[in-house]
């Protein structure tokens, strides 16, 4: 269809003011985190400076952000590994073995990510209470599978079943075996899939606070969410170490989004048309 020259002009004039909307927040951010003391709070001036990395240097030298930071990691790369190890083997056997109500299975995982995290974190808690793993980077790496691994075997299903059996079988004839098809054939045929995956599960485990708020109660355990709201206090509120830590959050999401964008949008696509 073709557009003409006001409707497409008002697109762009639309697309550009969502943009600026959306990044706003992310520049101010950033912005804060590098000016100076005496200016962060008396100025409002969208332009940079003057500059300084003070409030890097005291996150990093006064307070347990390394630590914290330490701990996200752990927990988003397991979660990470994790997910995508069980949602393949998950979603690829519902979609090629024949199992009686594996439409249900599928259905049901995908109700349970509907819930709130707030309604799963508190029995969660009290089951690993009472085993001995509360207060653990365990607990909470398997609190966050709650919410990655439906999500995984949902978005991977509509993958694998509208990927043409034929292909698997043409490798078996040549003398592929049913797990060297699957990992010769169907994974790089997915990989869209797979990267937009990992991106979702790093980016629920990273981000997240409910869960960490609740599964972790001493200072050695907290993730750098749950760290960075530990800094807001009744009388001292440290927004420069704040904003500079909210950076170094934001920092790996946006490497692995411009490193991965082009997959992420493949699978975001080819999910919306075959899941």
Known sequence: MVRSVPSRIALYVAALIISIYSAFPIYWMVVSSTRAPQSLLRETSLVPGPFTLEYYSNLLELTDYPSQLLNSVIVAFSVVAITMVFSVMIAYAVTRQR?????????????????????????????????????????????????????????????????????????????????????????????????????????????????????????ANKTVPVGLASMIGSFDLRWGEIMAGSTLIALPLFGAFALLSQYFIQGMSAGAVKG
């Open 99 to 219: 199992i009686r109500g594996k439409k249900l299975i599928v259905g049901a995982m995908l109700y349970a990510y509907m819930f709130p995290p707030l309604l799963l974190a508190i029995p969660i808690y009290t089951i690993f209470t009472k085993i001995g793993l509360g207060d653990t980077l365990l607990s909470l790496i398997v609190a966050h599978l709650t919410l990655t691994l439906p999500l995984g075997v949902w978005f991977l299903w509509g993958f694998f079943k509208n990927m043409p059996f034929e292909l698997e079988e043409a490798a078996m004839v040549d003398g592929c075996t049913r797990l060297g098809a699957f990992l010769r054939i169907v994974l790089p045929l997915s990989l869209p899939g797979l990267i937009t995956v990992a991106i979702f599960s790093f980016l629920l485990s990273w981000t997240d606070y409910t869960f960490a708020l609740i599964m972790i109660g001493s200072d």
